[in-house]
């Protein structure tokens, strides 16, 4: 059975950083693409950074996220990561970790992805 879980989220000040984590079980995220999405109160939800099966090796970034946030891949521990620099207050969201069994170009639009986490809520406020 295929599953994603988020974890990591929680309150950090403007300017500071945090680390989610998107561990993978009933596939290896290397075979996947794995996306990460949020959704702010009242607004939709929107891609965030995603990066395609390895042997694709394409990443997407948000604009309003590019130089600040980072998508990996731990092949070891089966995770993908989302390392989030430089926050601020409207980064303060739900963040969403989803997964998709496709080839080709990362595609970072949610109506791609098949499998979703629960997600962690991310707050950014002084």
């Known amino acids: 059975q295929v599953q994603v879980v988020e974890s990591g989220g929680g309150l950090v000040q403007p300017g500071g950083s945090l680390r989610l984590s998107c561990a993978a079980s009933g596939f290896t995220v290397t075979d996947y693409g794995i996306g990460w999405f949020r959704q702010a109160p009242g607004k939709q939800r929107a891609g965030v950074a995603c990066i395609s099966r390895s042997s694709d090796g394409s990443t997407y970034y948000a604009s309003s996220v590019k130089g600040r946030f980072l998508i990996s891949r731990d092949n070891a521990k089966n995770t993908v990561y989302l390392q989030m620099n430089s926050l601020k207050p409207e980064d303060t969201a739900i963040y969403y970790c989803?997964?998709?069994?496709?080839?080709?170009?990362?595609?970072?639009?949610?109506?791609?992805?098949?499998?979703w986490g629960q997600g962690t809520q991310v707050t950014v406020s002084s």
């Open positions: 989803a997964a998709v069994d496709a080839y080709g170009k990362v595609q970072c639009d949610a109506g791609w992805y098949d499998y």
